[in-house]
């Protein structure tokens, strides 16, 4: 373990971050423990120069931020091929740990954490700093379940760096905006659906949208509608119903247009909920800090926060792929749209005939399949012909002709 980064004496090693180590360090100057969160920046030099520069660029405006849910930023640096930024230190666990190992947590809690985050993330909104990737592990609970977000800043730089992987994008698929899947322009309306997403997540223990790899649960965000909360958690009130429902709107000008309005009606639903009076675990996991990757892999194979995911329901074959994702973008989007998608799911744009490829409804009435003209099959030996219908009406009729001759007879 390396000894010094910068000016600060490392402590220790906290955990593997998404984009490099994690250590608890001194900084000398001022006596202060700080958690110090490395970035490797060991890539191609024309890569490198624009990647370092964003870097600064985003971690020096989310040093700006200065709100009690925001995890606070004290310097930026570089050390050989690797930046750093040093934070403030939390003694506490990854929202994602807490939910992970204590179950679902009493709906007052987790209006109040979301509350929390909702009103963090209006403050950087007014500074115009748009987080691009909350998720439960972007999320610090400390002591008396205060919430605090991290990762400003970095999320949107990563975002929008250079690609250093073929079929490799940035961001967490579970809880992308559909704006997001579809490689458009987002803004402060991407973070409420994703917290909203969490949300979801929280008070039910299933993510809203959900499939067997990345390209399904696209399709899901796009197209999906998850089940009202209260039915998978019957201590959900009616009111947090509609919340998530406007959290979670597909088109924007349904959705909660700022995140401030967001956490004024998580508060009062919470206020209609007696306490719980349950303190949240916090103390830190041994072995250091559990984080999510960044990177996600558009080609279908399965990642760690993935594996995490089992689909309540299957999704049609016919629209598990990148292919039919691009085809249904070519059908609802616009032009600028599908190009976008194109883009960030490295595929050729459709053409005219793969976009009328429709799959099939699993409700749609089958074509009647052509009557095949039966073979007529021998009689074999120990059968007998059958008597055609016809004989036998004509000897009906010999009987009844016969029977009227002798009655013409007895007459005479």
Known sequence: MISQIGRYEVLGELGQGAMGIVYMAKDPLIDRVVAIKTINLGLAMDEKDEYEGRFYQEAKAAGRLNHPNIVTIYDVGKSGDVAYIAMEFLQGRELRDVMNDGGLLPVDQVLDIVAQVAQGLAYAHEQEIVHRDIKPSNIMVVRDGHAKITDFGIARMASSAVRTQTGMVLGSPKYMSPEQVMGKA???????????????EMLTGEAPFIGEN????????????????????????????????????????????????????LRACRDTLPRSGKPIDVTPLTGGEKKLPDAIDVSG????????????????????????????????????DVNELSKTLKIARPSPAAISQAAPSANAPRPASPVAPR???????????????????????????????IVAILIA
């Open 186 to 200: 987002i803004d402060q309306r991407s973070d409420i659906f994703s917290l909203g997403v969490m949300l979801y």
């Open 214 to 265: 990345v390209n399904a649960i696209m399709y899901q965000t796009l197209n999906g509608v998850p089940a009202p909360p209260s039915t998978l958690n019957p201590a959900v009130p009616g009111m947090a119903n509609f919340i998530v429902a406007k959290a979670l709107a597909k088109k924007l000008e349904d959705r909660y247009q700022n995140a401030m309005d967001f956490a004024v009606d």
């Open 301 to 336: 194979r399965r990642g760690p926060e993935e594996e995490e995911a089992k689909p309540t329901a299957a999704l049609s074959q016919a629209f598990d792929s990148a292919a039919a994702t691009m085809r249904l973008a070519a059908l609802t989007g616009t032009s600028e």
């Open 375 to 405: 073979p007529v099959a021998s009689p074999g030996p120990a059968e007998a012909p059958a008597k055609p219908r016809d004989n036998n009406l004509l000897l009906i009729a010999v009987v009844i002709l016969a029977l009227l001759g």
